[in-house]
Protein backbone atom coordinates (compact mmCIF):
# COMPACT_ATOMS: atom_id res chain seq x y z
CA UNK A 1 0.00 0.00 0.00
CA UNK A 2 1.32 3.29 -0.63
CA UNK A 3 1.99 5.78 1.90
CA UNK A 4 -0.14 8.54 0.22
CA UNK A 5 -3.12 6.00 -0.01
CA UNK A 6 -3.36 6.09 4.28
CA UNK A 7 -4.70 9.54 4.78
CA UNK A 8 -4.42 12.26 7.64
CA UNK A 9 -6.82 11.89 10.28
CA UNK A 10 -7.25 15.71 9.93
CA UNK A 11 -9.95 15.37 6.71
CA UNK A 12 -11.68 13.07 8.97
CA UNK A 13 -15.88 13.61 8.88
CA UNK A 14 -18.63 12.76 11.16
CA UNK A 15 -22.46 13.42 10.27
CA UNK A 16 -25.38 13.03 12.81
CA UNK A 17 -28.20 12.72 11.03
CA UNK A 18 -26.62 15.27 7.98
CA UNK A 19 -25.66 17.66 10.37
CA UNK A 20 -21.81 17.60 10.45
CA UNK A 21 -20.19 17.37 14.18
CA UNK A 22 -16.41 16.65 13.34
CA UNK A 23 -15.88 20.81 12.95
CA UNK A 24 -15.78 20.46 16.99
CA UNK A 25 -14.48 16.89 17.72
CA UNK A 26 -10.58 15.82 17.88
CA UNK A 27 -11.05 12.21 17.89
CA UNK A 28 -13.24 9.58 16.19
CA UNK A 29 -13.09 6.07 17.04
CA UNK A 30 -15.76 3.48 15.47
CA UNK A 31 -15.51 -0.09 16.55
CA UNK A 32 -16.94 -3.14 14.98
CA UNK A 33 -17.43 -6.99 16.73
CA UNK A 34 -18.89 -9.71 16.26
CA UNK A 35 -20.07 -12.02 18.53
CA UNK A 36 -19.31 -15.69 17.41
CA UNK A 37 -20.84 -18.84 18.50
CA UNK A 38 -18.54 -22.41 19.17
CA UNK A 39 -19.31 -25.31 16.22
CA UNK A 40 -17.03 -27.36 17.49
CA UNK A 41 -17.36 -30.93 16.70
CA UNK A 42 -16.60 -34.27 17.85
CA UNK A 43 -12.76 -35.52 16.72
CA UNK A 44 -12.12 -31.78 16.31
CA UNK A 45 -8.71 -31.04 17.16
CA UNK A 46 -8.93 -27.69 17.56
CA UNK A 47 -12.48 -25.23 18.32
CA UNK A 48 -14.49 -23.89 15.38
CA UNK A 49 -16.21 -20.43 15.46
CA UNK A 50 -18.94 -18.97 13.53
CA UNK A 51 -19.60 -15.65 13.37
CA UNK A 52 -23.03 -13.94 14.84
CA UNK A 53 -24.15 -10.86 14.98
CA UNK A 54 -22.66 -7.64 14.24
CA UNK A 55 -22.11 -4.65 16.57
CA UNK A 56 -20.78 -1.32 16.52
CA UNK A 57 -20.07 1.45 18.62
CA UNK A 58 -18.57 5.21 17.64
CA UNK A 59 -16.56 7.74 20.21
CA UNK A 60 -15.47 10.82 19.60
CA UNK A 61 -14.00 13.22 21.57
CA UNK A 62 -14.05 17.16 21.09
CA UNK A 63 -14.67 20.19 22.36
CA UNK A 64 -17.63 22.50 23.99
CA UNK A 65 -19.03 25.00 22.21
CA UNK A 66 -21.66 27.22 23.49
CA UNK A 67 -22.57 28.70 19.90
CA UNK A 68 -26.49 28.82 19.29
CA UNK A 69 -25.94 27.37 15.74
CA UNK A 70 -27.97 24.55 15.17
CA UNK A 71 -25.22 22.56 14.16
CA UNK A 72 -22.69 22.83 17.22
CA UNK A 73 -22.22 19.38 18.70
CA UNK A 74 -23.85 20.31 21.77
CA UNK A 75 -26.90 21.42 20.25
CA UNK A 76 -26.76 18.12 17.81
CA UNK A 77 -26.02 16.02 21.36
CA UNK A 78 -28.72 17.44 23.21
CA UNK A 79 -31.19 16.84 20.16
CA UNK A 80 -30.57 13.62 20.30
CA UNK A 81 -30.37 12.87 23.73
CA UNK A 82 -33.96 10.81 24.40
CA UNK A 83 -34.59 11.51 20.65
CA UNK A 84 -34.44 7.65 19.33
CA UNK A 85 -32.23 6.70 16.65
CA UNK A 86 -30.05 8.77 14.81
CA UNK A 87 -27.90 8.17 11.19
CA UNK A 88 -24.61 8.42 12.10
CA UNK A 89 -21.62 8.61 8.77
CA UNK A 90 -18.26 8.58 9.27
CA UNK A 91 -15.79 9.52 6.67
CA UNK A 92 -12.48 8.70 7.79
CA UNK A 93 -10.52 10.16 5.05
CA UNK A 94 -12.93 13.22 4.88
CA UNK A 95 -16.00 12.95 2.76
CA UNK A 96 -15.10 13.89 -0.87
CA UNK A 97 -16.27 12.11 -3.77
CA UNK A 98 -14.39 8.46 -3.73
CA UNK A 99 -13.74 8.22 -0.07
CA UNK A 100 -14.98 5.67 2.19
CA UNK A 101 -17.96 5.84 4.73
CA UNK A 102 -19.12 3.88 7.13
CA UNK A 103 -22.61 4.53 7.84
CA UNK A 104 -25.11 2.71 10.13
CA UNK A 105 -28.46 4.07 12.56
CA UNK A 106 -27.67 4.32 16.38
CA UNK A 107 -28.76 5.58 19.98
CA UNK A 108 -26.68 7.98 22.43
CA UNK A 109 -25.45 6.12 25.01
CA UNK A 110 -23.91 8.81 27.23
CA UNK A 111 -21.64 11.71 26.93
CA UNK A 112 -19.31 14.05 29.14
CA UNK A 113 -18.34 17.65 29.22
CA UNK A 114 -15.20 18.65 31.27
CA UNK A 115 -13.17 21.34 32.14
CA UNK A 116 -10.09 21.61 33.64
CA UNK A 117 -7.73 25.15 34.93
CA UNK A 118 -5.65 24.88 31.55
CA UNK A 119 -7.55 23.23 29.17
CA UNK A 120 -10.41 24.40 26.55
CA UNK A 121 -13.91 22.50 28.10
CA UNK A 122 -14.10 19.03 26.56
CA UNK A 123 -17.00 17.45 25.04
CA UNK A 124 -16.84 13.59 24.60
CA UNK A 125 -19.84 11.04 23.83
CA UNK A 126 -20.85 7.47 22.07
CA UNK A 127 -23.62 6.09 19.95
CA UNK A 128 -24.22 2.69 20.21
CA UNK A 129 -26.23 0.59 16.87
CA UNK A 130 -29.44 -0.42 16.97
CA UNK A 131 -31.58 -2.48 14.53
CA UNK A 132 -29.38 -1.83 11.90
CA UNK A 133 -26.19 -2.86 10.61
CA UNK A 134 -22.93 -0.67 9.49
CA UNK A 135 -22.08 -0.40 5.70
CA UNK A 136 -19.23 0.49 4.05
CA UNK A 137 -19.25 2.06 0.81
CA UNK A 138 -17.17 4.41 -1.51
CA UNK A 139 -19.34 7.82 -2.45
CA UNK A 140 -18.37 7.47 -6.02
CA UNK A 141 -19.78 3.59 -6.00
CA UNK A 142 -23.06 5.15 -5.00
CA UNK A 143 -23.25 7.82 -7.33
CA UNK A 144 -21.82 5.65 -10.20
CA UNK A 145 -25.00 3.47 -9.13
CA UNK A 146 -27.50 5.96 -8.67
CA UNK A 147 -26.40 7.64 -12.01
CA UNK A 148 -26.90 3.88 -14.06
CA UNK A 149 -30.35 3.92 -12.37
CA UNK A 150 -31.44 7.07 -13.98
CA UNK A 151 -30.16 6.13 -16.97
CA UNK A 152 -31.85 3.04 -17.54
CA UNK A 153 -35.07 5.07 -16.07
CA UNK A 154 -34.67 7.33 -18.85
CA UNK A 155 -34.29 5.41 -22.15
CA UNK A 156 -37.28 4.80 -24.33
CA UNK A 157 -39.04 1.88 -23.90
CA UNK A 158 -38.13 -0.78 -26.74
CA UNK A 159 -40.68 -2.38 -29.32
CA UNK A 160 -40.23 -5.90 -29.70
CA UNK A 161 -41.89 -7.30 -32.51
CA UNK A 162 -43.00 -11.20 -32.06
CA UNK A 163 -44.53 -13.13 -34.87
CA UNK A 164 -48.03 -14.44 -34.25
Given at each position: ???????????AALYLSG????????????????????????????????QSLLDWTLAWDGFYSSATAAS?????????RGAGTKQLDFYPQGSVAGNRKWSGVGILTGYSVG???????SLS???????????????QDLRSYLRKLCMIAMEKPKVIAMPI
Open positions: MAIADRGMGTAAKISGDSNSITLDVSADVAEASAFEQTTKSYLNIMGLIEAAAALADAVGSFQNTKSYIRICKR
